[in-house]
């Protein structure tokens, strides 16, 4: 089984930075895709920011030049770093990444917990 772990949320000022992580762990042969999703109150998830395992990345417009993301593929680990932050920003974050188990030869896609971002105004 394999488990993806957020980490990093929390309260942050306007205009203020976090950095979110998310760990892989379990059994799995090779990791594609990670992603960064959110979901605030009332609102459908959304995709924030996405890198291949070649390292291509894309983001969503509204976080673009303030939002980043980045693989450690070594660690098994991506990393959100989110500047400029505004109350907008305001969601539970989840990870997503496609995953290879040791038990199948084909990917599933698997998702994390979740952790809250808040941004005072």
């Known amino acids: 089984q394999v488990h993806l772990v957020e980490s990093g949320g929390g309260l942050v000022q306007a205009g203020g930075s976090l950095r979110l992580s998310c760990a892989a762990s379990?059994?799995?042969?090779?990791?594609?895709?990670m992603a960064w999703y959110r979901q605030a109150p009332g609102k459908q998830r959304e995709l924030v920011a996405s890198?291949?395992?070649?390292?291509?990345?894309s983001y969503a417009d509204s976080v673009k030049g303030r939002f980043a993301i980045s693989r450690d593929n070594g660690k098994n680990t991506v990393h959100l770093q989110m500047n400029s932050l505004k109350p907008e920003d305001t969601a539970v974050y989840y990870c997503n990444a496609d995953v290879r188990p040791r038990s199948s030869s084909y990917y599933v896609n698997v998702w994390g917990q979740g952790t809250q971002v808040t941004v005072s105004s």
């Open positions: 379990g059994s799995f042969v090779s990791i594609n895709g």
């Open positions: 890198e291949t395992s070649g390292g291509s990345t």
